[in-house]
């Protein structure tokens, strides 16, 4: 192998760690939430979160999660974030209103409970164009 296939494996499962790691985080702290299948051109990011009523974040009924790690890109995630909760939202048939993106950028050294949480302005609060 490589030194880039190497790393490029190396860097995969990292990933693969961190998803887990924060799925299981998020779970452990009493939020539903589950892996999505990779959906191709219309992915729907990596995991979404079922908001109860009581927990819903600006009348938000799910949050769609794509954990990042690595670089930081912050506009490139949160576009990514916001296009594939408007894919979630459309293969399931509900409104952009129900549906919340983020991104979970994993921080260099700390704990899942520490990751960044990326958004627009705009999206979190449903402000019109």
């Known amino acids: 192998m490589t030194d880039v296939a190497s790393r490029n494996a190396r860097n995969r499962r990292a990933g693969s760690r961190w998803q887990a790691d924060l799925r299981d985080g998020l779970r452990g702290a009493g939020l539903d939430i589950e892996r999505l299948a990779l959906t191709g051109a219309e992915d729907e990011g990596d995991h979404v979160v079922r908001l109860r009523p009581e ?28 296009v594939e909760a408007a894919h979630f939202a459309f293969h399931r048939g509900l409104s952009l209103t129900d549906v919340a993106g983020i991104a979970v950028v994993k ?23």
Do not use: C, M
């Not at 260099?108 to 999206?123: C, E, F, G, K, S």
């Open 55 to 82: 927990d819903t974040v600006l009348r938000r009924r799910f949050v769609v999660i794509e954990a990042k790690a690595g670089v930081l890109h912050p506009a490139a995630f949160a576009e990514q974030a916001s």
């Open 107 to 129: 921080r260099r050294n700390a704990n899942w409970r520490d990751a960044y949480v990326l958004t627009t302005l705009r999206d979190y609060f449903g402000l019109e164009a």
